[in-house]
């Protein structure tokens, strides 16, 4: 492994401040609510073990941790994990030393976009999408989100999605205009305030 | 003896600031406090303040001895470390230079000063403040000596496992009586029901019988089977401790031991103890062929005679009349000098752990269901056989951390799960020719011949896979999986997850205290740990001895350990109550609480508050009494008497009020009433 | 009656329609007073937390906050779908834990005119409310038609068992209340070793193949042990496993036709109500043929299939004698 992972990287305009030295693992356990407890793996597995995608995952979680530890700022915010944790939450209820993993995962997506480093662009786009109608209507927008997310990512599964469309149209289970509740304003507002703080 | 108040004082005190290297010395001016003890306390008694490297050294204590002598010091007071450590030293110092030992006085400076402060300027202030403290109190205490109690010559042990045995023969060996109280039908504990023993892989009942055998024939012994200890008075020397020895509703000395009443009994019950849930016994039986004692006992709560009034056979079948429904528990009230506790541990229960699937999943077995599969006189005679009783497993699974090192069931390690997975993997290669996987997070083969055992094991060819086992399930994914288990793991040192078919499953269980260890060190007036070990005094330096004097503790009922330790500690145990009955009596420290009978108004706030029951009152006087001999001089009922007519002999109301006096600086010379407090 | 403050989420206004309605039609029934939480807005699901940390917890911070305005005699909020359930008890739960995350997320919500003291509602899933609070006895009592001769496979999927806050009520790997409760409208439970396994969630979205194993593995799981359905209780769920298993069984080649209706669904049909009330017949894989077992009217054609069904489904396997099992806590349950 090369030193230049290990020295001072730059950071992107809006990643919030952090000292010179300060480990990844440190910066990791910083940004996730609460005592996520990451610093006291005992790297045994039992998430590894329990996680219904770890098949499917570039590095099982126990690796992306070990990973962290190890100063693999890069590596780890490339690699598909996080994107593929379903939010089973095994990992966390099994895990021998109570570290909150998925807490983890989810630090690990958001440090990912912000930092444009997810190579598969996939899952944070669907995710960006989605709450792109929270955003404007207050609701979530399955019609308008299937579309969009499959016309930009894979248009030509769109024709094989039809049936499983229609049906969902003729069986009453999905509305062809988003609905948008009453006082969207003051959610809008609530929302651009707390994205401010998180900045800032 | 109190200082006279016109401040002219009538003791000669010696002060001593230790550096203790850079502990106390890097934080504090210790030099400075020395010579300011000197120069403001000497009107106050001090002749002579030192400070010195390592007081604790032998040159520091003949520093204080040669003071003594040389310059007749009545007093002494020592700067330095906690009491916890160097108390009994600079006692004893002075009480070889000729001076009573308790009229010698530790302050610490270290651990309440030069340890929790980093300002050094204001430690040092406070450690004159303590010292001061120190120098008024000392003034103010008494000679004592220390009280004598004579040491009755008999032992309790309670618990007749490998500990138990171990420590009750080598007492009785010694020449002296031992109680032997096991609450089962006979001794031997849980090493009865283990079948080869690691690392040496020998049968465990080869190694345990002669032992039990030695027990049961033993002169000095009494062995009380089938009994439990329910009330324990008194205080080390001199226990007074009542046994209930249920009733067996056999007569013992009609009894042969012919065993016609085990097979003739119509009534079969599931052995959860001795089986593990995994075999069957009679409602009449003996836990196993080689039981010392040979009696067999009547479960009263699955005997259809004592269930529904009939039946009978054992009665009608018994050669010599031997069967006594009528029979009663006795309670038994023995005298003994000295008690060791040794009553073992408990397996936890894998049904917790439900994503292993014990309990729902028949071929998921633990430890001790796989010691009573593996041994040859268990339910399936030596044959490891899945949980139909007959098929051979071609492949197992052996899951090492099953509840321990966990924050969800125990933090510990639970110490032999490691050999005890490496030992079954050898006996399932050996019995079986199976496919062997062992499931771990790390090996731990730390005593003697452990490491060479997994050297062993690994030569055999089994699998080791490291990783802490996720989930074990039956239900099939991919092919190959049907109608087995599969255990799923991540292959940590590869780096993927695995799925891994298997027909048999062993958890190796963390292991548990007895569930009812709270009640049973509350019963023996000792403390247990918040998940229920028994407390040691000190777990480096005294393991076997517990906060109480006179009981002791030996086995797994102080933490997991393996068998050698087991016996090393029912060893110590037995030596350091031999050293009691050795000496014929024993000096206790003379810290008690006694009752100024003249003061009393027999409102007895006090009674109840003792955790020792050394309070006795006295109806006919209207008086309440202290029992010097039991009490450990808490201190709580001093403080409750609202009469103050209960004063401690080392923490006299006066001694107490003096060293405020001192701490506030309220007595050093030329301090003004107002600066007296410190930083 | 006891009354509840209720959000819904966006999935029970149409993806999961059928859930809402069975809701609707069962809750007078056991004595279930609902009261929507007014103007609530989404949840935020496992998205908003993806791409924003305080914006997610302010997100739902609304809808507390809405929901607290409401408070008048009950402090509960019920959700009945498993991912607004976790979300709302999570974000209450960490303002409770966390100081400086309640005084952000207030911060934020002032600027709407809002305010939420943690604590103040106390979340909770129907599920829960069902079993523990209407209890067992009373849905029992209104059962008319018990689903005598169904064989079920209780699904609860991830998110109401775990993780395990200071709210647990049933345990993380091995839940019982739903099963219970079937087994109390009579139906036959099987031992369903996937029933906490994940559907997969939005894994459609992300990855087709990942997405149909996860999925076949819980209709395999269920199918496995001759279930005629699977029995869930979140919209996620019920969408994945019943809207995916055609192009499940076109990916793996398999025919499986496990239909996948919510528990609500199955406690109105106990209660004598009609299916399409229950929102029965919205389903992609048809539960009717199935339901025809406890006596749903099935046109001729497919009540032949079903009876087809029935014999091809081996005999229970007896256990075989040999050494004896450990006794489990609940072996001697109600309605074994």
């Known amino acids: 492994m090369d030193d230049a992972s290990l020295s001072v990287r730059e950071t992107s305009p809006k990643s919030p401040p952090y000292t010179a030295h300060r480990s990844f693992l440190e910066e990791v356990i910083e940004a996730t609510p609460g005592d996520s407890r990451l610093g006291m793996c005992i790297q045994c597995g039992t998430c590894g073990g329990s996680c219904p995608s770890a098949a499917d995952m570039d590095h099982t979680p126990r690796q992306i941790f070990a990973m962290i530890r190890a100063d693999m700022r890069e590596q780890v915010l490339r690699s598909n994990t996080p994107w593929y944790c379903v939010s089973c939450y095994y990992c966390t209820v099994r895990c021998p030393q109570e570290v909150h993993i998925t807490d983890v995962m989810y630090t690990l997506k958001r440090m990912a976009i912000r930092e444009k480093l997810y190579d598969d662009s996939t899952a944070p786009d669907f995710s960006q999408t989605f709450i792109g109608y929270i955003e404007n209507y207050g609701r979530s927008f399955e019609f308008g989100l299937a579309t969009r997310h499959n016309l930009r990512h894979r248009p030509f599964q769109l024709p094989a999605m039809v049936p499983m469309g229609l049906g969902m149209l003729t069986k009453g289970r999905m509305d062809l205009t988003p609905h948008r509740i009453e006082n969207i304003e003051q959610l809008q507002k609530i929302l651009a305030r707390a994205i401010e703080l998180e900045v800032s | ?46 002749v002579i303040a030192r400070d010195y490297k390592f007081m604790c050294s032998s040159l520091g204590q003949e520093l204080i001895e040669r003071d003594i002598v040389e310059l007749g010091l009545t007093r002494v007071v020592v700067a330095a470390c906690s009491p916890h450590l160097h108390e009994q030293t600079f006692r004893t110092a002075c009480a070889r230079a000729g001076l009573n030992r308790y009229l010698c006085e530790l302050v610490s400076i270290r651990e309440h000063a030069s340890w929790v402060h980093t300002d050094k300027r204001a430690a040092t202030e406070k450690a004159k403040a303590l ?8 003034a103010q205490h008494a000679p004592l000596e220390p009280l004598r109690v004579p040491i009755h010559p008999a032992t309790l042990v309670v618990g007749g496992g490998i500990a138990g045995i171990q420590a009750a023969l080598e007492i009785a060996d010694a020449g002296y009586p031992v109680y032997l109280v096991e609450r089962e039908p006979s001794i031997g504990g849980h090493m009865a029901q283990f079948d080869k023993t690691f690392p040496t892989m020998d049968c465990a009942a080869c190694i345990l019988t002669p032992r039990m055998v030695s027990v049961g024939t033993h002169p000095n012994i009494t062995l009380l089977t089938w009994s439990e200890v329910t009330d324990v008075k008194g205080y080390v020397g001199n226990f007074t401790v009542t046994v209930r020895r249920k009733a067996r509703y056999i007569k013992t000395d009609l009894c042969t031991g012919c065993g016609i009443c085990q097979d003739k009994c119509p009534k079969k019950v599931i052995d959860d103890v001795f089986e593990a849930g995994l075999g069957y016994r009679k409602a009449v039986y003996t836990p196993f062929p080689q039981a010392v004692p040979k009696y067999p006992v009547i479960d009263y709560d699955n005997c259809i005679y004592f269930q529904k009034g009939t039946c009978r056979a054992c009665e009608k079948l018994c050669p010599t009349e031997a069967i006594d429904f009528e029979q009663q528990d006795e309670y038994l009230t023995l005298d003994v000098g000295n008690i060791v506790l040794a009553t073992g541990f408990d397996v936890m229960d894998a049904r917790r752990i439900a994503q292993y699937g014990y309990g729902r999943l028949a071929n998921v077995f633990t430890s001790l269901e796989f010691e009573r599969l593996s041994n040859a006189a268990g339910p399936t005679n030596g044959r490891i056989v899945l949980r139909d009783g007959v098929t051979t497993p071609q492949t197992v699974g052996i899951i090492h951390c099953v509840g321990s090192r966990d924050r969800n069931f125990n933090n510990y390690c639970s110490a032999i799960c490691c050999m005890q997975s490496l030992k079954f993997a050898h006996l399932i290669k050996e019995r079986t020719g199976a496919t062997v996987y062992n499931f771990y997070i790390d090996i731990r083969t730390t005593a003697k011949a452990y490491d060479e055992f997994y050297q062993h094991v690994l030569e055999e060819g089994t699998i080791f896979v490291r990783g802490r086992v996720a989930e074990v399930t039956d239900a099939a994914r991919l092919p190959g999986e049907e109608g087995k288990l599969i255990i799923q793991v991540e292959d940590t040192l590869v780096g993927r997850q695995r799925r891994i078919p298997v027909d048999m499953v062993v958890l190796s269980v963390g292991l548990e205290p007895r569930r009812d260890s709270q ?20 777990p480096k330096l005294d393991p076997v001895a517990t906060m109480t004097e006179g009981v002791f503790v030996a086995g797994c009922a102080q933490g997991p350990k393996d068998i ?9 145990a037995a030596a350091r109550v031999l050293a009691h009955i ?37 109806e006919d006087r209207m008086v309440t009494e202290i ?48 600066e007296g407090v410190p930083a | ?12 206004q149409r993806s999961a329609r059928p859930y809402q309605d069975s809701i609707n039609a069962v809750k007078e029934l056991i004595g279930l007073e609902l009261e929507d939480v007014r103007d609530w807005n989404c949840c935020g699901a496992t998205e908003y937390v993806a791409i924003h940390h305080l914006a997610a917890h302010a997100l739902v911070g609304r809808n507390l906050a809405l929901a607290a305005q409401q408070v008048d005699g009950t402090r509960t909020v019920m959700a009945a779908c498993s991912a607004c359930y976790l979300n709302l008890a999570k974000t209450d739960s960490y303002l409770r834990a966390d100081a400086d995350l309640a005084e952000q997320v207030n911060t934020a919500l002032a600027a709407g005119g809002l305010h939420y003291t943690p604590g103040t509602v106390r979340v909770r899933h129907l599920l829960d409310i069902v079993v523990n609070d209407i209890g067992l006895d009373t849905i029992k009592s209104r059962v008319v038609r018990p689903l005598k001769g169904l064989r079920v496979a209780p699904y609860y999927g991830c998110m109401i068992a775990r993780p395990d806050r200071d709210n647990r009520w049933d345990n993380v790997e091995h839940p019982v209340a739903m099963d219970r409760l079937m087994k109390a409208l009579g139906a036959e439970v099987i031992d369903f070793p996937m029933k906490t396994h994940c559907c997969g969630g939005h894994m459609t979205q992300i990855n087709l193949p990942v997405a149909f194993e996860l999925i076949r593995r819980l209709i395999h799981g269920a199918d496995q042990y001759q279930a005629d359905l699977i029995v869930t209780l979140c919209p996620m769920c019920q969408l994945n496993l019943d809207a995916y298993q055609a192009d499940v069984n076109r990916y793996f080649n398999t025919d499986y036709r496990l239909p996948v209706v919510y528990f609500t669904q199955l406690v109105g049909l106990a209660f004598g109500l009609e299916p399409d009330r229950l929102g029965l017949g919205k389903e992609f894989v048809d539960a009717r043929p199935a339901l025809s077992r406890i006596g749903i009217e099935l046109p001729p054609a497919e009540a032949a299939e079903a009876e087809a069904a029935v014999a091809r489904r081996a005999r229970k396997q007896k256990a075989p004698a040999g050494l004896p099992m450990p006794r489990m806590p609940n072996d001697h349950e109600e309605g074994q």
């Open chain 2, 1 to 46: 003896m109190s200082a006279q108040t016109n401040g002219q004082p009538h003791e000669r005190i010696g002060v001593y600031v230790c550096h203790c290297g850079s502990n106390i010395a890097g934080v504090i001016d210790v030099e400075e406090v020395a010579q300011w003890a000197a120069d403001k306390l000497g009107h106050r008694g001090v």
């Open chain 2, 131 to 138: 010292l001061a403290g120190g120098v008024e109190r000392v």
């Open chain 2, 519 to 538: 009640e049973v060190a509350k019963l023996f007036g000792i403390s247990c740990s918040a998940n229920g070990w028994i407390i040691e005094k000190h």
């Open chain 2, 564 to 572: 050698p330790s087991t016996v090393a500690q029912g060893a110590a």
């Open chain 2, 582 to 618: 050795q000496q014929k009596e024993i000096a206790l420290e003379p810290i008690r609480a006694s009752v100024d009978e003249t003061k009393c108004s027999g409102c007895r706030i006090c009674n109840n508050l003792c955790p020792f029951n050394a309070i006795t009152f006295h």
């Open chain 2, 627 to 674: 029992n010097p001999a039991l009490c450990q001089g808490c201190g709580t009922c001093v403080a409750a008497c609202p009469a103050g007519a209960i004063s401690g002999t080392v923490f006299s109301n006066d001694q107490v009020l003096a060293q405020l006096e001192g701490l506030l600086l309220r007595t050093v010379k030329g301090m003004q009433l107002e």
């Open chain 3, 1 to 12: 009656m006891p009354k509840y403050l209720f959000y819904p989420g966006c999935s029970l």
